[in-house]
């Protein structure tokens, strides 16, 4: 009799532990209900974006330099002027420029003559005179210079020359003509332009 006892004594605490659970259970869901989840908003589908399209932004040309009259020395035949349709190539180009370089003018009378004699070089002398307006044009006056850059035609170690001036120089001055030249059709720097 005494082992009936255990066994109904331990069924009886089994049964409360079990009611006892499933009491607290029940009291711990009326307690708080929860809210179902919101689900999370989907992201929107993902589309391939196409490039933003930059217009090439134009800078206004300076009004044209005159070139200064070719010093006494120059033979007449060898100071063609500039806008020409077919140049005269220069055979003493070398002597010219030292002419031009080692007078006593201002530097902007030396940028006006070495402009005016640029068209007329070989492509040697054009990268020469390049490095030499790059050193002696100033960032305001830089249109003209600009222009030469944007001409796709000149031989590309002439272009190189003022690509590299042009790192050098404002944002104001450089980032409109590196646009230009990126959306040149065939100009042997637009990649490095981009």
């Known amino acids: 009799m005494q082992k009936t006892l255990k066994i109904l004594g331990g069924i009886g605490v089994f049964v409360a532990i079990v ?4 009491g607290v259970g029940w009291l711990a869901s009326r307690g708080s209900p929860e809210k179902p989840a919101k689900p999370a908003p989907e992201p929107p589908p993902m589309t391939e974006a196409a490039p933003p399209v930059v217009e090439p932004m134009h800078v206004a040309p300076k009004p044209s330099v ?11 035949a060898e100071s063609v002027p500039a806008e020409t349709n077919s140049p ?4 003493n180009w070398e002597d010219r420029l030292d002419d031009i370089l080692g007078s006593d003018d201002d530097d902007t009378n030396k940028v006006r003559q070495l402009f005016a ?3 007329n070089l070989p492509p040697d002398g054009q990268v020469e005179v390049a490095q ?3 050193n002696l044009v100033e960032d305001d006056d830089y249109a003209p210079l600009g222009k030469l ?3 796709p035609k000149l031989p590309p170690d002439v272009l190189d020359e003022l690509m590299s001036d042009l790192l ?3 944002n104001a001055t450089k980032l409109p003509l590196f ?3 990126a959306f040149t059709p065939n100009h042997p720097e637009a990649e490095e332009a981009r």
């Open 132 to 134: 030499h307006l790059s």
């Open 179 to 181: 646009l230009e030249v």
């Open 88 to 91: 005269t190539i220069l055979t």
């Open 66 to 76: 005159t070139p200064a009259p070719a010093p006494a020395v120059v033979p007449v």
């Open 149 to 151: 850059l944007t001409d």
């Open 168 to 170: 050098n120089r404002p």
């Open 117 to 119: 004699v640029f068209p």
């Open 19 to 22: 009611l006892a659970g499933i």
